[in-house]
């Protein structure tokens, strides 16, 4: 698509965001925990019911920064930190793409695709970072029984700006878990609001660290509910996202922005912090559609449509998208598994996707769409769009359609 003026791009990405958590897909005051800023943005926007991404943190973001199943890029899963992590700096990213378009880009949050120099985010595209380089349960370590930074390193919130060596900013400790998406939010709409400002498209890219454990909302938010941290975190993350949506539009950019808002995998299993995936099985760190399957808002004024779709979308998509949108390049040296979905979100064409693929560390599995309609297990019709079937490399196949093992 070739547009007047470049769009600029936000990208909120929720953390462990089940299906079924949000009003717009079913949760929403029925979990105890009211999302009316999001629910607003679903009916401003359109809605997807079959949104595929990757089974946990580190291959989904992987796959949305460079366009490639984390087959191909190495990052499978989560790891240890300490252990070799993140994409490989032959891979070219959302940002890099971004950016030798002319692009202003920003990332505050999770990052965890590289923790060493070369791989934090500033050196892959972004202009400025701030955030943490791995994941949120490293929160817990400091307060742990026999911590001992002589073994283990205290993690720390870092920052960095595009050609300068990465800073140490302060602890991420349990309180600073607590206000980190706070700062986020802010340094986010400052780099609205500057970018805006000065008339320069901008990439923003909001990655919280909400539903992630340990589950624990700001102190503002602290007992919003009356139904426990994880509902007053669930409330803190509408209204992070409010706040964006607010600066946004204060900032008179409404029209000329494509903003979207996602999860990364399906939802947490440990208690207390256990969520829900609405009414698929299964959460993260599995090959089930609970992990799979995840929210998926988009909104566009006056170019995509507001309505709900179940049309099938994997992440991979995104990248390829987004670049389209924004007269970048896609790389044409290496393979790319993600479709441009342009036609379809602008009412031209249903999905291009008819399936789509996720790879864990045991797991590679197969899933088909309502627009070929035909399992991709047995080949046979699908009783209704875009049923699950998966292909397990070390055990049996399961058919939905035949409801029975295969042997």
Known sequence: MHLAKPVNIVLILADNLG?????????????????????????????????NVESDCVPTRSALMTGRHPIRTGALQSVPAGLPQGIHPSEVTLAQALSNAGYATAIYGKWHLGDRAGRFPHDRGFDHWYGISRTTNESMFTESLGFDPAVVDIPYVEAGDRGEAVRKVAPYDLEMRRRIDGD???MACEFVVKNGSAGKPFFLFLPLT?????TLPHRD?????????????????????GEVIDTVAKAGLEEETLFIFASDNGPEFRRPWRGTAGPWTGTYHTAMEGALRVPLIVRWPGRVKPGVTNEMVHVTDLFTTLLANAGAKVPDDRPIDGLDITPFLTGKRRSPRA????????????????ATGRCTCCGRPNPTPAWFTSRCRTSST???TRRKRRT
Request: aromatic content about 12%; some cysteine.
């Open 19 to 51: 299906w079924g958590e949000l009003g717009c897909y079913g949760g929403g005051a029925l979990r105890g925990a009211p999302t009316p800023r999001i629910d607003a943005l679903a009916e401003q926007g359109l809605r997807f019911l079959n949104f």
């Open 184 to 186: 986020f939010t802010r």
């Open 210 to 214: 909400q539903l992630h454990y340990p």
């Open 221 to 241: 938010f602290a007992g919003c509910t009356g139904q426990g941290d994880f509902a007053d975190s669930m409330v803190e993350m509408d209204h992070r996202v």
């Open 355 to 370: 399936k789509a693929s996720s790879t864990t560390s045991r797991t590679s599995c197969a899933r088909s769409s309502g």
């Open 398 to 400: 399961w058919c939905r």
